[in-house]
Structure formats: C-alpha cells, structure tokens
C-alpha cells in the first residue's frame, strides 16, 4: 500500500509508528520509503532517526553495494534495538536482489526492522526481480513533492545546501553526492545553485581534491557576482585563497585574499576581514616571510579584540606564537601559546585548548624538553578524543610519534604513526596521510631500514603530486635525497636535493629552499667538495637570515663549522660553532646547544687543549641527558675516546679537575674566543 496524501510529518510519524511498534512486540518490520528528491529524503530521514532515538532505538546505516547479502548482514548486526536504513539498492544489483528474495524468511525469524530508501525505479526492479521478498513488506510511504515548489521546505533546503560538517570521509562523500543530485534538481533556483556550488567546493577540499574544489568555487562565484552577492563573492573567494595555498601557489593564494579582503572592507564585515587578514598571514608564513605575516596576525589580533572575538583572538594568539617559533624565538612563542590557551578555556572552546596544547608540546619538542612535549601531546590527545575530533587525534598521535622517535623509543614512534595513518585514512585525509607517511620513512630510516623508508617517502611524494601540495612534494623530494644519502649513493641524494630546491623556489618556499641549500652543502661535503659545500652552506645561512629564522640560521653555522673542520681548519670552524652556539642559548634550542657543545668537544680534542674538550662535552653530556636524546651516546663514546688518548690515570684527574666547573671554563673559552675574533678584526 502506498501514501502520498497525508503531510510530511504524519508519513514520517507514521514509518516510525510502523518501527516502534515492531520494536516493542519483537517483531519484524519491512518498510519502503519511495523518494523523489534526494532532499526530501535526506530530510525524511533526519527526522525520522530523530523520532526512533526518542525511543531508545537505534539506527545502523546500511550501503547495499557493499553489503550486497543485506540478510546475513542484519542477522550479524541484529539487535533488538536496532533498525536499518538500507540505501543504494541498485549499487548491490542483481546480487542484492537475489539474497533478499532467497534469504526472505531470515528477516522474520531474526525479527530485523528495516527501512528501504528506494526510487520508483528501484521499487520497481524489487516488485519483479525479488516478488517474494517484495511480499513480506509492511508498508510503502511515499515522498514523491518536488520540494522547489513547497515554500515551508525552503529554510530545511537552504540549510541542507549549506551543510559541510561531515565527520568521516564517507559522510563526506555521501555529502557530496547528495548536493550534486539536488544541483541538478534545482538547477532553476539561482540562490540555492550557488549555495550548492559553494558547499561542493568546501566538501571536495576537505578530502584534497583541488582541482575539482577549484572548478566548483568558480562556478559559484559567477553565481555570487550574476545576483551580487557581495558577503558570498568574498567568502569564495577566501576559499579559493585556502586552496592554492594549500597547493603550494603562494602566490595566487595572496591575490584572492586580497581581492576578498577588499570586499569585506568594502561591506563592513569586520569578520570576514579578519579572517582573511589571518589567510593573508598564514600565506606570508609559508613563503618564509615570518615579519610579514606577523605584522598581519598583529593587525587582525586588534580587529578581534575590536569587535569582541575572544575565539578569533585566541586563534591569533597562537598563529604569532607559531611565527614566532618559525623565528626561532619559542620562548616567546610559549607565552602567546599560554595566552591563547587562557582564552580558550575561559570561553569553553575545547577544541582550541587541544590546538594550543599540541602547540606548546611543539614548542618544548623545539626546545629539546621531549619530556614536557609528550606532557602537553597527551593532554591534548585526551580532548581531540573527548570532543570527536579525528583530525586533531590523528595531529596528536603524529606529535606524539615525532617525540619518542626524538627520544629514540622508534617503534614506539612507529606505534602512533600507524594509529594516526588508520585515522588519516578513515577521514580521507589525504595531506594527513603523505605527512605520516614521510614520518614513517623518517622512522624506518632511524632504525636502518633505509629500504623501507624510501617506500613510505615514495608512498608519500604520491599522494603530494595526486593532491597538486607542492610543498609537500618537495619535502617528499628532500627526504629521498637524504635517504640515498644514508646509503652513500650521494650522486643521487643531489639529484633529489635539486629537485626539492626547484620546487620550493617555484613556490617561493623560502624555508624550505634554505633547508634543502644545507642538505645539498652536506653531501657535497661527503663527496669531497667541501669548498663547493661551503657555498651553498652561505646560501642557506643567507636565507636563514634574511627570513629571520634563527634556528635555521645556527644549524647554517653549525654545518659551516662542520665544513671548515672537514678542510682541517680547526680555528675557523670553532669560531662558527661559538656563533652557532650563541645562537642555540639566545632563542633555548637545547638539541642544538648540545650538538654545538660536542662539536667544540671534538675540534678542541683535535687541538690537544684537553680541559675544554672534556668541558664542552661534560655540558653537552648533561643537556642530552637532561632533554633524554638518543645523541648522549655518541657524546659517551667521544669522552670514552679522549680518556684512551689520555690514558686512565691522567684521564680521571682531569675529570677531577673538570667536572666540578666544566660551565666556567666553557664561559672563559668564550670570552677568549670573544678577545680573539675582536682582535682580528683591529
């Protein structure tokens, strides 16, 4: 029996009538829901799952193209509580047909209750391919309206257009193909079109495709501009900005945010023009040009405040705590995480004090205090799994990953990066998914298995090239090279190396040039050239400094002195370890102040001044141990050699000497080397 005279609402209370009944006698319910408009039944459903969880009944979502034998699927699933709603019946053909007329009997003795979303076509292959499953129905209760031509439907049917928050990437998916059903329903009705065409665009960014993101905001601007809708030209065009960013085109990113910063000056909407701002920012921060972007996050920081945004002061907040970190000032980073970190929890925004958490557990990690990052990871694991938060649970998990690899635990490590890949997988995070890859090949390489690290970086550079993240790519291109590195095949590091520098020029990636300089500096110093290494070490501290990356630039230092020291330049190479070590104690990179401190050890030993040797490695001993890096023993094995050139007796009286004021002896070679370096200069 079909119905299609009554309201919406009696046909939706009268299917759920239909199942609670079922529900509470434990009996079988077999019921078709026959739909015109994808709308319509989206919303029919809505409202339907609404009314069974009033009841305490719940709703298991059944694909019939992927479970194709729907009756041994129920019975798996079966509970008393339980109702199915059945869609895509014609994905399953004919196999699915063929189990529900074979397996009939099945759904009365197992009690199943079960909702079929079907079309007219699809009603009518069941009636005549499945006659006898068709026989078993309860009810069929039509949706057939045309939902345009219904004015108390247009506020569901803006609100459906409009709906982006899927949480997995086949909601997403599911999203996706629903919006583009109704595209073509109500291709007429201009607003809803660019509604639709928006949402398209926003739904094929969330699961990195670009490009089809790309076609579908165009198609919606044109919309935008033909009704002069100047709020949504505005927000399309910031969208359009997101997406080249994340492709890689700087660029292009910053014109669009231009021209919808204009616009949102233009209207008044101080909002959206501090959403852009903060774009515009993020975009100059990956070009490298960190004062840039922090005169903008400062800029966009008073329009909050203006206008009373505490979530969008706290989400500035902690975009300058990331300049500044990219600076290599964490201190100050940390005091603007703490910031944004307050604001978050006095306003309840949890799913802020998860992000400013993993970002002081970043900070810290920068600083060589794993310990404290783990702490902070953890805490902000626990909410990104408290709210739902997927995306943030599988950020933490790689955070978490990155510092027990810095610890050496690297299968630990490994641990969470396969837990975080699950998760990037599941939510079609693509970006996601390459970056944990690259920190799988990171891992595998740290545990010798250079082989297999290279799979994952190729695994990794594929999914860059198919999402069009050209940043990605050259990080991906950067990591192989480094990889052939370790197997000696350094001719082919450098031709990786190359690659990746291509690409970050290409993109104006500032950073990433400056690291990829230094890598190609490092293997032209493996193969003998350390003249040609010194050149590009030059180039990238030059970067380093123009960008303001003072980490970057102390680890250009550091490899200068490696490359001097390698020439048997002694002298010049403890002058750049001093700077780099300044460098390391001015902004409290601990990893790097031990490194630089070893270093010291190892040039000093070479010049027999023994006391400072022992000194520089008794404090870079301690800092390693203090920050629980794996390099305290290689430090170990250093001071093991310089009491064999010593010999034991003369070895621990020197420790006697030493260990009781190795930091004051280091501050007098500091001071000496001070003196010195002034006096050349006379």
């Not at 009636?127 to 247009?154: G, K, Q, W």
Request: hydrophobic content about 35%; proline content about 1%.
């Amino acid at each position: 029996m079909a119905e299609a005279e009554d309201s919406f609402e009696i046909r939706v209370s009268r299917l759920a009538n239909y199942l609670t009944r079922a529900y509470k006698y434990n009996k079988s319910s077999i019921l078709f829901a026959l739909y015109f408009s994808e709308f319509l039944r989206s919303d029919a459903e809505k409202r339907l799952r609404y009314n069974l969880k009033k009841h305490g009944i719940d709703v298991v979502d059944v694909d019939a193209g992927i479970n194709k034998d729907l009756p041994s699927f129920f019975s798996s699933m079966s509970s008393n509580n339980a109702v199915f709603f059945v869609r895509s019946i014609k994905k399953g053909y004919p196999e699915s047909l063929d189990f529900l007329n074979f397996k009939r009997e099945d759904l009365v003795d197992n009690h199943i209750k079960a909702v079929f979303w079907v079309t007219e076509e699809e009603l009518a292959r069941i009636s005549i391919e499945a006659p006898d499953f068709f026989a078993f129905r309860n009810r069929v209760v039509e949706f057939m309206e045309i939902p345009l031509n219904l004015p108390e439907f247009r506020p569901a049917l803006i609100n459906s257009a409009l709906e982006t928050e899927y949480k997995s990437v086949s909601e997403i998916k599911r999203g996706i193909e629903l919006k583009e059903k109704l595209l073509s329903e109500l291709s007429d009705d201009t607003e809803i079109k660019g509604y639709l065409l928006g949402s398209l665009g926003i739904l094929h960014y969330r699961i990195n495709l670009y490009e089809k993101a790309i076609e579908y905001y165009h198609k919606a601007l044109d919309v935008s501009r033909e009704m002069g809708n100047r709020h949504g030209e505005g927000a399309i065009l910031g969208n359009l900005g997101l997406t080249y960013s994340d492709l890689g085109d700087i660029d292009k990113a910053s014109e669009y945010y231009h021209e919808a910063l204009e616009i949102s000056r233009e209207i008044g909407d101080r909002h959206g023009e501090g959403a852009i701002l903060g774009n515009l920012a993020n975009a100059y921060s990956h070009l490298g040009h960190v004062d840039k972007a922090i005169e903008y996050y400062h800029e966009v920081l008073v329009t909050s405040r203006e206008i009373g945004d505490r979530r969008g002061e706290s989400t500035h907040l902690g975009n300058l705590g990331l300049a500044y970190s990219n600076l290599g000032d964490v201190g100050k980073a940390i005091e603007y995480y703490h910031e944004a970190l307050d604001i978050s929890r006095e306003i309840g925004d949890r799913r802020g004090e998860g992000n400013h958490l993993g970002s002081l557990g970043l900070a810290y990690s920068n600083l060589g205090d794993i310990g404290k990052a783990i702490e902070y990871y953890h805490e902000a694991l626990d909410i990104s799994r408290d709210i739902g938060d997927r995306r943030g649970e599988n950020n933490r998990l790689g955070n978490l990953g990155l510092a027990y690899s810095h610890l050496g635990y690297v299968d630990k490590a490994i641990e969470y990066y396969y837990e975080a890949l699950d998760i990037s997988r599941k939510i079609g995070d693509r970006r996601g998914e390459g970056a944990i890859l690259r920190n799988l090949g990171i891992a595998y390489g740290h545990l010798g298995d250079v082989g297999k690290a290279i799979e994952y970086y190729h695994d990794a550079l594929a999914i860059s090239r198919e999402i069009g993240d050209r940043h990605g790519e050259g990080n991906n291109l950067g990591n192989l090279g480094l990889a052939y590195s370790y197997l000696g095949d350094i001719d082919k590091a450098i031709e990786y190396y190359h690659d990746a520098l291509v690409i970050s020029r290409e993109i104006g990636d500032r950073h990433g040039e400056g690291n990829h300089l230094g890598n190609l500096g490092l293997a032209y110093s493996y193969l003998g050239d350390v003249d040609k290494a010194i050149e590009y070490h030059h180039d990238a501290l030059a970067i380093s400094r123009e960008i303001g990356d003072r980490c970057g630039e102390g680890t250009d230092l550091g490899n200068l002195g490696i490359a001097y020291y390698y020439l048997g330049d002694v002298d010049k190479a403890i002058e750049y370890y001093y700077e780099a070590l300044a460098i390391s104690r001015e902004i409290g990179d601990r990893r790097g102040e031990g490194n630089h401190l070893g270093n010291l050890g190892l040039a000093y030993r070479d010049q027999k001044k023994y006391k400072e040797a022992l000194a520089f490695s008794i404090l870079a001993r301690d800092i390693f141990a203090e920050i629980k890096s794996p390099a305290i023993e290689t430090i170990n094995s250093h001071i093991k050699e310089l009491e064999e050139e010593l010999g034991k007796t003369a070895f621990e009286k020197l420790m006697a000497e030493v260990a009781p004021r190795a930091e004051e002896i280091v501050q007098e070679s500091l001071a000496a080397d001070i003196s010195h370096v002034l006096a050349k200069s006379v």
